[in-house]
Nanobody
Framework: VQLQASGGGLVQAGGSLRLSCAAS????????MGWFRQAPGQEREFVAA????????GYADSVKGRFTISRDNAKNMVYLQMNSLKPEDTAVYYC????????????????????WGQGTLVTVSS
């Protein structure tokens, strides 16, 4: 599956952004979808994931209550709504697709994901 992330940009602290990820090439509903991010000089980390039908979600503690992941299976799209942004949210954000079932402890592991998008940069100024 091919993934194309978009929607990044520069925003002030406290602001909002919505990232989008368009999927193509395979059956979208076969995949758990996730968002990861990588800040400068740091390792890539899990942000959020959503089950194949969208009924279950999971979040990193650092974004819980501020970010919301959703998907539109009719459009082969996954979104990340980011509110109350902080400077520490500055990173390149990647969407990814996982063929495995949506399982606690599995969906947050980078190596579980099979396909990755190219990333979109989010910069939060203080």
């Amino acid at each position: 599956v091919q993934l194309q992330a978009s929607g990044g940009g520069l925003v002030q602290a406290g602001g909002s952004l919505r990232l989008s990820c368009a999927a193509s090439g395979r059956t979208f509903t076969d995949y758990v979808m996730g968002w990861f991010r990588q800040a400068p000089g740091q390792e890539r980390e899990f942000v959020a994931a959503i089950s194949r039908r969208g009924g279950s979600t999971g979040y990193a503690d650092s974004v819980k209550g501020r970010f919301t992941i959703s998907r539109d299976n009719a459009k082969n799209m996954v979104y990340l709504q980011m509110n109350s942004l902080k400077p520490e949210d500055t990173a390149v954000y990647y969407c990814a697709a996982d063929r495995n079932p949506f399982l606690l402890g599995s969906y947050s592991r980078e190596y579980e994901y099979d396909y990755w998008g190219q990333g979109t940069l989010v910069t939060v100024s203080s």
